[in-house]
C-alpha cells in the first residue's frame, strides 16, 4: 500500500513538472509565432493586415527600443494585426518563426535578420507563396530578389562617420600624424551591423598609414562579452590609443574594465573613446565626456515601416532600400538632443 502511494505521488509530481516546463517554454523559448493581442477568430471579421514579425532578439536597449516601435506602429488602431515572435539570438528561432508565418499566411513578412548568410531556401518559401518579404533593420546576403524591401540604417555610412570623427579630432589638434593602436570591439561577425560598420571604419583608417589596428573581436552587442573582449585586450595590449565599439552596450561594458584597471576614457582620459547607437545612457557618458563620439543608429523604425506597408497594399511603388535619418553625437551638440531622447 505504502509502495503505491509512493508510486501514485512520483507520478502527480512528474505531471506537475511536466506542465511547469510545458508553461515555461511558452515563455522564454518558443520560436514559434505566437499571437500578441488577440484571438485568430476576430481576425476574419476585421479588415486588419496581417503581419509577422520575427524580431532576432533582445540583446540590448537598442534591440528592446526597435521591437517597441514596430509594436507601437503596426497597431490594431493602426490597421494591423501583428503577429511577433522573439528570436532570443538564434538563426534556426527565426527560420522557424518564418515558417510558421508561411503555413499561418500572414500578409507580410517583416524580419531582421541575426546574420547575413543562410536566409536563401526559407525566403524563396515566402516567395513561392507569395508572402512579400520586408528587412529591418539588417540585410541578407545573396539575391534581393527574396525581399521587397528594407528599412533600417547605413550601417557602411555610421562606420565611416566614426572614422572622419577620429580624423578630425586628431587633425584639429595637429596630431594628425600620431601613431594611434586602435582595437575595435565589434559586433557578431556575420551580421549587417559588424560587417558595415567595420567595412566603414576601415575605410577611413585604410587612408592613415599610423593608425595601427591591433584587434578586432567580437563583443556579441553585449555588456558581460564588451567587459570581458576589453579586460583581455587590455591586457594583451599596453598601450591602447582608441577603443571603437560597435554598440553602446559593449561600450558599458568595455568602460567596466577600463575603469578597473584604473585607466579613463573620453576627452579628458587617457583613450578615446567610440561608440555606436546613441542610448540615453551613453548620451549623458557623451555628456559628461567619458565617451568622445557616439554614432547614432536609429531603432524608430516602425511608422515608416507601417507606411511603407500601406503604400504596398494601396499597390503603390515603393522603394528597394530605406535609410533612416542619424546623427553624430559628440560634447558639442549632445546637449540639444539628451532631453529629448526616450530610450
Ligand atoms: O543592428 C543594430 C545593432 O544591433 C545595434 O547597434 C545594437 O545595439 C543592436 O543589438
Partial sequence: MKNEKRLVMALVVLVVMFLVLLGASGDFGSATPQQTTEDESSLADEDLIVVGFSQLGSESVWRATHTASIQNALSKE????????????????QIKAIRGFISQRVDYIVFSPLMEDGWETVLTEAKDAGIPVILVDRKISGSSDLYTTFIGSDMEEEGRKA??????????????????????????FGSTSQIGRSRGF?????????????????????VVKGKEVMAKLLRQYEDIDVVVSQNDEMTF???????????????????????FD??????????????????????LQGELLAEVIKKLEAGERVEKEYFV???VFTKNNVSDYLSDRVY
Fill in 325 to 327: 535619418d542619424e546623427l
Fill in 253 to 275: 561594458g568595455a568602460m567596466e574594465a577600463i575603469a578597473e584597471a584604473g585607466l579613463t576614457t573620453g576627452i579628458y582620459g587617457k583613450m578615446k573613446m567610440i561608440s
Fill in 202 to 222: 576601415m575605410q577611413v583608417a585604410s587612408q592613415h598609414e599610423s593608425w595601427k589596428i591591433l584587434a578586432q573581436e567580437s563583443g556579441d552587442f553585449t
Fill in 278 to 299: 546613441g542610448v540615453k545612457d551613453a548620451l549623458e557618458l557623451v555628456d559628461s565626456g567619458k565617451i568622445n563620439c557616439d554614432v547614432e543608429c536609429n531603432p
Fill in 163 to 188: 572614422g572622419l570623427w577620429l580624423e578630425n579630432d586628431l587633425a584639429r589638434r595637429g596630431r594628425a600624424d600620431d601613431p594611434l593602436n586602435i582595437v575595435v570591439l565589434t559586433g557578431p
Fill in 78 to 93: 493602426n490597421g494591423f494585426f501583428l503577429q511577433y515572435s522573439n528570436a532570443r539570438q538564434k538563426q534556426e528561432n
